[in-house]
């Protein structure tokens, strides 16, 4: 493989050859190149694999997003007057593999838990993050550190203690450049998971058995009916929505891209409030451990735009026309075969 780079007053083209028989660079059987200008991306590769000179080649278009990162900087940027907001439920944790019901017990992730929010991480990493909001449990915040060691920028997520003047002064960080290298983690219980009551440490299939499947279905997938002595979805939702306009969107209005890592109920109720779905569509929303969801933010409205798929998948921000419930779309933008150079 022979790499070749141009430099050009506007930006730089990568040249990438799979030598043929000649062995010169300019007689490739497969090649690709990139340009990278400060603000513009675009990723081609030659249409034909045989034996071709620079005149025959024809080129076709990979990928193309704009972006303001540079050639060591490979992030997407949001347009201006945007901002991101990545949502990720907690990776699996030892109480979904004893099918026990967690509630606010503070259990850690399984092996398969941390695999997925790594796998996460893969799948945000070129994403804006600015800041990251986590609830008080410990699945949540290291699905959080995890995914973030998986990002472009390598920044440090850093947890916040403020909960005293001591715990504040104690974490200060004394370095501007280390700050600049940080991630400020904020952890609030407002976030937790809904509190499941009597039903917290119990086995999801013994409690059927002994309540009744009618029962613990209601408890688990109404929206206001409580498990004895616990919350509600509604409870629930109160407290995470509340906490969501007064801390979080705030953060997005400013125009920080935002990573929130948090549980299914209280997820649930964010999605609600960002969706306006009635009380009778999120208690039929369903999300997967470990699985990114995107949304943008711009002028005051929550755009969703599904999963991201990987790491390198181009149009991440492009603009869909209009709102889905279909929660398996991915809004990704990409280029119809019979419309690419």
């Known amino acids: 493989m022979v790499a070749t780079a141009f430099r050009h007053p506007v930006g730089i083209f990568h040249l990438h050859c799979s030598v043929g028989e000649t062995g010169s660079a300019r007689n490739c059987r497969q090649s690709s190149f990139r340009f990278i200008s400060k603000n513009f991306e675009v990723d081609v590769r030659l249409l034909r694999k045989e034996h071709c000179s620079s005149r025959q080649c024809k080129l076709h278009v990979v990928c193309s997003s704009s972006s303001q990162a540079s050639t060591t ?7 201006q007057g945007e901002s991101s907001l990545v949502l990720i439920r907690h990776g699996e944790s030892l109480w979904n593999e004893k099918n026990l019901f967690t509630g606010c017990v503070d259990v850690p992730l399984t092996k398969r838990g941390v695999d997925e929010a790594i796998e996460a991480g893969k799948r945000i990493s070129n994403i804006p993050v600015d800041m990251i909001y986590t609830s008080s ?3 949540a915040q290291m699905t959080a550190m995890l995914a973030m060691t998986q990002h472009r920028r390598k920044k440090v997520p850093i947890i916040v203690h403020n909960e005293s003047r001591q715990a504040e002064t104690w974490s200060q960080i004394y370095s501007g450049d280390t700050k600049k290298q940080s991630i400020p983690v904020i952890t609030a219980w407002q976030l937790n998971e809904r509190m499941y009551g009597e039903l917290q440490g119990l086995n999801k299939l013994e409690t059927s058995e002994r309540y009744g499947k009618e029962k613990v279905h209601e408890w688990r997938r109404s929206y206001d009916i409580p498990p004895p002595s616990g919350e509600s979805l509604e409870m629930c939702s ?3 929505v509340a ?7 705030p953060q997005l209005q400013s125009g920080k891209n935002v990573l929130v890592a948090a549980h299914g109920n209280s997820l649930r109720s964010i999605i609600m409030y960002l969706e306006r779905l009635t009380s ?3 208690i039929r929303l369903e999300l997967s451990t470990g699985v990114p969801l995107l949304y ?14 990987g790491p390198t998948e181009p149009g991440v921000y492009a603009h869909t026309k209009g709102p889905s419930r279909n929660w398996s779309s991915v809004f990704i933008q990409t280029i119809p075969n019979n419309q690419r150079v």
């Open 238 to 240: 109160q407290r995470a």
């Open 296 to 309: 943008i933010y711009k002028e005051g409205e929550f755009m969703r735009r599904g999963s991201p798929v």
């Open 243 to 249: 906490y969501f306009r007064e801390q979080i969107e």
């Open 73 to 79: 900087d490979p992030i997407l940027s949001t347009s």
């Open 280 to 282: 009778q569509e999120v």
């Open 137 to 139: 449990l410990i699945r």
